[in-house]
């Protein structure tokens, strides 16, 4: 955790800066040591895997092993954990979350099973730092209306949405890749790497996320799926894995699934 985003502006930002507290549940992800520790150390913001959250005197929890899995899993079963009830978690009112696409059915269940006020629905880079943040109120959600939103980019930052082939941005609503480019803050390259440097990083100095996004005609972004979790079936047909998972997470009956070669 500590080497990529999450870590980084969570710890040294969160915590040093604000004079904070953070709490490591478990080396290992351990979802009851998470429950415990909440109650234990009255945490206030819980902030999982590919996550920046930070607050004035409040203190954090964090996953300390990043899950494979993805995060909506994480966020899920710690929500719907059948040991919850069993612990006092009042005093948590902040969640961040992130890294993937984030669902309305996500936020919900944190403001319904965790009790959160507010959830940062928030995406970035370590090549970059945090591009976007999208604060939800508890009490204004509507899941309805909710569309996946990360918000705007921040401060002195350019984004732009375009074809992954030709890279030419493409209309409002249309998906594609994600570039970005910013007057600070963007790392110079990948160490010993250029190759891949110039991969990521044109001429123009934007940075290719490599992840699909849309955007709206007032500047919204839509996080939608990574490309490395497309896959291509038979040359044409392509299948976000993002969709699957989703589908999965949040049906009650798993039997109802096969896998068909």
């Known amino acids: 955790l500590m080497y990529h985003l999450g ?6 930002f969160g915590v040093l800066t604000q004079r904070g507290s953070c709490v490591f549940p478990s080396r290992k992800l351990d979802l009851v040591k998470t429950l415990q520790a909440i109650q234990k150390y009255k945490c206030g ?9 930070k607050l ?12 494979k899995g993805g995060l909506p899993k994480i966020v899920h079963n710690l929500a719907m954990h059948p040991q919850r009830a069993s612990y006092d978690l009042s005093s948590l009112t902040f969640a961040v979350v992130g890294g993937q696409e984030v669902s309305g059915e996500l936020i919900e269940r944190l403001i319904e ?4 006020k507010l959830v940062l629905v928030a995406y970035g880079s370590t090549e970059m730092n945090n591009m976007f943040m999208n604060l939800v109120s508890a009490f204004t959600f509507d899941r309805g209306a909710y569309a996946g939103c990360v918000g705007r980019p921040g401060a002195l930052i350019e984004c732009k949405v375009v074809d992954a082939e030709t890279g030419a ?6 998906e594609g890749v994600l570039c970005c480019r910013a007057h600070c803050g963007l790392t110079a390259g990948y160490w010993r790497d250029a190759e891949n440097t110039r991969r990521a990083i044109d001429s123009h100095g934007w940075y290719n996320t490599g992840d699909f996004f849309t955007m709206d ?27 699957i998972k989703y589908t999965i997470y949040f049906t009650t009956n798993n039997d109802r699934f096969y896998l068909f070669k």
Not at 45 to 53: E, M, T
Not at 113 to 116: A, E, I, M, N, P
Not at 169 to 174: F, Q, R, S, Y
Request: net charge positive; no cysteine.
């Open 169 to 174: 941005i493409v209309p409002h609503g249309h």
């Open 7 to 12: 870590g980084i502006s969570t710890l040294l």
């Open 56 to 67: 004035m005197h409040i203190i954090f929890i964090i996953l300390f092993i990043l899950y």
């Open 217 to 243: 005609s007032h500047g919204n972004f839509y996080f939608r799926s990574r490309r490395k979790e497309l896959i291509t079936a038979r040359g044409s047909g392509i299948i976000n894995i993002s969709y």
């Open 45 to 53: 913001i819980l902030s999982i895997s590919y996550i920046n959250g």
């Open 113 to 116: 099973r965790l009790d959160v």
